[in-house]
């Protein structure tokens, strides 16, 4: 890859990697460099972090704490079951804890997670699970043992994958030849109009548009055909392909393609805007936060986010101005954030008449989170699209 650097996120721990205080002395650490493919226009991490320090038997976050992502999931399954034939088989690449699996039959239905707790937790639940990375190996394996699959679903997990091309064309040898492959993740034209460059964490080495993708694709036997917009995780696309030689595209795509080319989507210039608004938005929460500690205000984060691993590491955001998270996943509560060690506590604990301000770590749940706590007197806080108390 001829890559360029346009933004620089500083020293970041493990996104996801909550930890105890005996932990603290070995914290991983590394550069976090954000770059923009001159070939494919992929903006990409200029580093990949080693999956296995990210994705193992202690990975914590866990699909099915959200109610939104429930109904996304359960929603999107019964729609996608009309373009499928009677006995369909799916698989599942990065199922987790098994949010999306739920909603399919067991008896044919596969899974592949490279976290063990999770691959375990779904073998429990009666989806075969493969416990691995994805890539040309499990793919030729899964193949072997059960054939190939009419769907290929994968949900904030093909931007995590550093190696594209690998993932891409093991994706295309297990596809049936009417298959659909369809994936979503965090749209980069979302990200940057909303500035949440907190999308940016080691687990998301790639954001991708529909241009990079269709460029990468393509150059794997595999076309985009049609691209739904949609606003999980503070704005995805949901990209739906077929192998190329049975691939006829709708408006959608071109749809797509156009606005980005509008937008300027693969130029570096966008890509050095955003990083000026993103170092803007930096100062902006610090002053923000520092203000409110001058008053002598109570200020917590609503939900131990990797995107707020990003942030807090970012601006220097420790305990001195948020005082603690609170988290509804059992995994995080009693440990401390990546990095700046600000203690997790549950909500049921620490989400109380005493708390001033709130800042939103969990953002792109804030329709459900307000709705939650309409009785919360206090006031949010929030950085995207900037920086402001809502
Ligand atoms: P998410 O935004 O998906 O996180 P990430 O940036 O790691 O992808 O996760 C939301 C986190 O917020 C998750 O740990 C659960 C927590 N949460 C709450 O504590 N309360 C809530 O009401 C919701 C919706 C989420």
Same mark, same amino acid.
């Given at each position: 890859m001829d890559k360029t650097k346009f933004l620089d996120l500083g020293r970041q721990p493990i996104a996801n990697g909550f930890l105890t205080e005996d932990q603290f002395e070995n914290e991983f650490f590394y550069d976090l460099s954000v770059g923009f493919d001159r070939e494919t226009a992929l903006v990409t991490h200029m580093e990949y972090v080693k999956p296995s320090l990210m994705f193992n038997d202690e990975y914590s976050y866990r699909g099915s704490m959200s109610n939104t992502m429930k109904l996304h999931f359960a929603t999107f399954s019964k729609y996608v079951k009309q373009f499928l034939p009677k006995k369909h088989k799916v698989l599942e690449i990065g199922s987790n804890d098994g949010v999306f699996l739920v909603n399919w039959n067991s008896d044919r239905c596969f899974a592949v997670e490279p976290c063990g707790n999770f691959a375990k937790e779904t073998n429990q639940l009666g989806y075969k699970t493969y416990c691995g990375f994805w890539g040309g190996d499990l793919s030729q394996q899964i193949l072997s043992d059960v054939g190939t699959m009419d769907l290929v679903f994968a949900a904030n997990c093909m931007c995590h994958i550093p190696d594209l091309d690998n993932t891409f064309s093991a994706v295309e040898k297990i596809l049936? %030849? %009417?298959?659909f492959f369809i994936f979503e993740d965090p749209s980069l034209i979302e990200m940057i109009n909303v500035n949440s460059y907190d999308q940016i964490y080691d687990e998301h080495p790639h954001i991708f548009s529909v241009t990079a993708l269709n460029t990468i694709l393509q150059r794997n036997g595999l076309s985009i055909v049609r691209v739904d917009n949609t606003s999980v995780h503070g704005g995805s696309n949901r990209i739906w392909v077929k192998k190329s030689h049975f691939a006829k595209a709708d408006d959608s795509v071109a749809r797509n393609l156009e606005i980005e080319k509008i937008f300027r989507i693969g130029e570096e210039d966008t890509l050095h805007r955003f990083a000026e608004r993103v170092r803007q938005s930096r100062k902006d929460l610090g002053d923000l936060l520092c203000r409110c500690k001058e008053l002598g205000k109570r200020v917590i984060s609503y939900g131990a986010t990797s995107k707020s691993t990003t942030i807090f590491n970012y601006c220097k955001i420790g305990k001195d101005l948020i005082e603690y998270i609170t988290d509804t996943t059992p995994e995080k509560q009693g440990k401390y954030s990546p990095g700046v060690h600000i203690p997790i506590i549950s909500p049921e604990d620490g989400f109380n008449p005493s708390v001033d301000f709130a800042f939103l770590g969990a953002w792109n749940f804030s329709r459900e989170i307000k709705e939650k706590e309409k009785d919360f007197k206090g006031k949010f806080i929030t950085h995207v699209p900037i920086v402001r108390v809502l």
């Open positions: 049936s %030849d %009417d298959g």
